[in-house]
């Protein structure tokens, strides 16, 4: 059997980003009023994308999944826990894959792009089954701002951080 975790470190790491990634989400609120509704964004896929740059896919999932649906358990949205221990398991493992393989701003972009796509439409189709078609279309223009304002500040913070010469040296040490 395969050491999912190569090192102690890793472990740890794991762990602390599951930590941050649901403070991020339950703490870490911005609301948004528009138009018919609100919505509120929150930062836990900042911080999800930003651990899918920083490590490998299985930790990322890991991270991604058990932050995020133990945030969806203390803000009470018990129902959300299993599509949201999937999508953000995805979305950190899809973000892992492609920015292991390739660092650069654009494919950074396109990888958050589409972890915020899977977001978009794995809650759409969980709320389709769930509570119809209504319901469901409502949920994705909070969804859509979510996911467009987690890439300009999940990106941002991942360009940050891969500037960060003291980072790139710790994060080094991890591998």
């Known amino acids: 059997m395969r050491k999912v975790f190569q090192n102690k470190r890793q ?43 920083l490590f490998n896919p299985i930790i990322s999932f890991c991270a991604a999944s058990i932050g995020s649906a133990l945030a969806d358990v203390i803000a009470g949205g018990m129902i959300y826990v299993p599509a949201t221990f999937v999508i953000k398991g995805l979305m950190g493992l899809l973000i892992a894959l492609i920015c292991s393989k390739n660092k650069e701003f654009i494919s950074c972009a396109l990888a958050a792009l589409a972890c915020e796509a899977i977001m978009i439409v794995g809650y759409f189709v969980y709320e389709l089954i769930l509570f119809g078609a209504e319901i469901a279309l409502l949920g994705v223009v909070g969804n859509v701002i979510q996911g467009v304002l987690s890439c300009i500040f999940g990106v941002a913070l991942i360009m940050l951080v891969s500037k960060n010469k003291s980072i790139s040296k710790f994060l080094e040490k991890l591998k």
């Open 11 to 53: 472990l740890v790491f794991a762990g602390l980003f599951s930590a941050l990634i649901c403070v991020a989400t339950v703490f870490l609120r911005i609301p948004i009023n528009f138009g018919f509704s609100g919505a509120i964004y929150n930062l836990g896929d900042c911080v999800i994308l930003l651990c899918g740059f």
